[in-house]
């Protein structure tokens, strides 16, 4: 059981940067791939960021593709997203997520393959 908590959220004007924190509980966190997902308002879950186990690989939804940037602290506990350049549009619940399915060494873009879930923490980015 891996229980998630988000936070970094809040207020940002477009163009401007914050830096979003997933931090997990339990001892075998490198044996994770952790993603990050958003939900605005009205519609579906959308993929963000993904990280594998020991941080080799990764992999972007395509509206975040050199802005966004996912990282892992393994001996924190703790993923990573920086986020650069901000646009309206990025304004939504992001959530942290955690997938045990093949012990962190594959990338999952889907919400399917993901076991756990933070409660989320809102961005909202002013125009």
């Known amino acids: 059981q891996v229980q998630l908590v988000e936070s970094g959220g809040g207020l940002v004007q477009a ?11 339990g001892r075998t966190f490198s ?10 308002p009205g519609k579906e ?6 990280i594998t186990g020991y941080g080799g ?3 972007y939804g ?18 990573h997203l920086q986020m ?17 399915t093949s012990g962190g060494r594959s990338i999952y873009s889907t919400r399917a393959e993901y076991d756990y879930w933070g409660p989320g923490t809102q961005v909202t ?3």
């Open 15 to 25: 163009g401007g940067s914050l830096r979003l924190s997933c931090a997990a509980s």
């Open 31 to 40: 044996m994770y791939t952790m993603g990050w997902f958003r939900q605005a």
């Open 45 to 50: 879950r959308e993929f963000v960021a993904a």
């Open 57 to 59: 690989r990764t992999a």
């Open 62 to 79: 395509d509206s975040v593709k050199g802005r966004f940037t996912i990282s892992r602290d393994n001996a924190q506990n703790r993923a």
């Open 84 to 100: 650069n350049n901000l646009k309206f549009e990025d304004t939504a619940v992001y959530y942290c997520a955690a997938s045990r």
């Open 125 to 127: 980015v002013s125009s």
